[in-house]
């Protein structure tokens, strides 16, 4: 037997040694999944397919393939699961009418304290 271990093999077992868990949550590409259904399922409305919604997860962190996105999601779909946990986001028009609000509000309190 070879006691003998190269520098290049022994910089890979430290390195193999220390990798991490690639999730920290088991279950957490299902959970995301879940969560997003119904956007999910108004993607596929659009004419995305699961591979090209994966693609979009994958660009944000979250790596997964679409065969994988659609077992996951079929199965939220079959469990009942259909309403999100998260907030919509504001959309593009109420945002900038809120942005022109916040800067007609400034201006008010400028106006006040310039008289």
Same mark, same amino acid.
């Given at each position: ?14 390195? %193999?040694? #220390?990798?991490?868990?690639?999730? +920290?949550?088991? @279950?957490?590409?299902? &959970?995301? *999944? ?34 994988? %996105?659609? #077992?996951?999601?079929?199965?939220? +779909?079959?469990? @009942?699961?259909?309403? &999100?946990? *998260? ?29």
């Amino acid at each position: 037997m070879d006691t003998n271990i190269s520098p290049i093999e022994l910089a890979l077992q430290k390195k %193999l040694d #220390k990798l991490q868990p690639k999730t +920290k949550t088991p @279950g957490f590409l299902r &959970s995301v *999944i879940e969560r997003q259904s119904v956007r999910i399922d108004a993607a596929l409305a659009r004419g995305y397919s699961y591979d090209e919604i994966a693609q979009i997860f994958s660009e944000q962190g979250i790596k997964c393939k679409g065969s994988t %996105l659609k #077992k996951y999601h079929l199965f939220a +779909k079959k469990k @009942g699961i259909n309403d &999100s946990t *998260i907030p919509e986001l504001p959309s593009e028009k109420k945002f900038k009418e809120t942005e022109s609000e916040q800067l007609a509000t400034k201006e008010r309190k400028i106006k006040k304290e310039t008289k």
